[in-house]
T-cell receptor, first 111, second 113 residues
Framework: GQQLNQSPQSMFIQEGEDVSMNCTSS?????WLWYKQDPGEGPVLLIA?????ELTSNGRLTAQFGITRKDSFLNISASIPSDVGIYFC???????????FGQGTRLTINP | DGGITQSPKYLFRKEGQNVTLSCEQN?????MYWYRQDPGQGLRLIYY???????QKGDIAEGYSVSREKKESFPLTVTSAQKNPTAFYLC????????????FGPGTRLTVL
């Protein structure tokens, strides 16, 4: 099936640092979503993107829908301990009935 | 409060037994989904349903079965034919904003002994 390449797979940062992660694909998507999952819980939707070039913020989080429609980026500014978790990208190809998920980026923060 | 509930949170079963995982939503969403997550892995789609009394296989449907008799409910049965059933199972739903914005339940961790 379709695949999303999410990178990096894991990140170890100091509290207060900014974080960047991305997802890329060889396919064109018309929707990009970013989720965060805490250990043992279900993913929570952070940001949804619907237009190429769109830049959307949610507090300290900012996500962008790539111009080529084949990629998306998530940035977290001034990280805090509660940002720890796994971040997933997901995309919807036009006409498809199901999301494609990335493998996740595990974020660890050293206080 | 509106949301998706999955029960139980932890489930233990003996090998060879069928087990049914519950998923209920009161969001009035039309579409519901079941995903499987293995340690350190992403989400893989098992089954999905876009309307009552209709459902489709996802990417890893073998060894699983579902029903959608009510809009609010989408139970998943893990059958004895599933070779490696121990995993974290997530239910999701999506509604009028389109099938893309899926909202997840808290998950059920199934351990087969």
């Amino acid at each position: 099936g379709q695949q999303l390449n999410q990178s990096p797979q894991s990140m170890f940062i100091q509290e207060g640092e900014d974080v960047s992660m991305n997802c890329t694909s060889s396919s064109i998507f018309n929707t990009w979503l970013w989720y965060k999952q805490d250990p043992g819980e279900g993913p929570v939707l952070l940001i949804a993107l619907y237009k190429a070039g769109e830049l959307t913020s949610n507090g300290r989080l900012t996500a962008q829908f790539g111009i080529t429609r084949k990629d998306s980026f998530l940035n977290i500014s001034a990280s805090i301990p509660s940002d720890v978790g796994i971040y997933f990208c997901a995309g919807l190809i036009q006409g498809a009935q199901k999301l494609v998920f990335g493998q996740g980026t595990r974020l660890t923060i050293n206080p | 409060d509106g949301g998706i509930t999955q029960s139980p949170k932890y489930l233990f079963r003996k090998e060879g037994q069928n087990v049914t995982l519950s998923c209920e939503q009161n969001l009035n969403h039309d579409a519901m989904y079941w995903y499987r997550q293995d340690p350190g892995q992403g989400l893989r789609l098992i089954y999905y349903s876009q309307i009552v009394n209709d459902f489709q296989k996802g990417d890893i449907a073998e060894g699983y079965s579902v029903s959608r008799e009510k809009k609010e409910s989408f139970p998943l049965t893990v059958t004895s034919a599933q070779k490696n059933p121990t995993a974290f199972y997530l239910c999701a739903s999506s509604g009028t904003s389109g099938i893309s914005e899926q909202f997840f339940g808290p998950g059920t961790r199934l351990t087969v002994l």
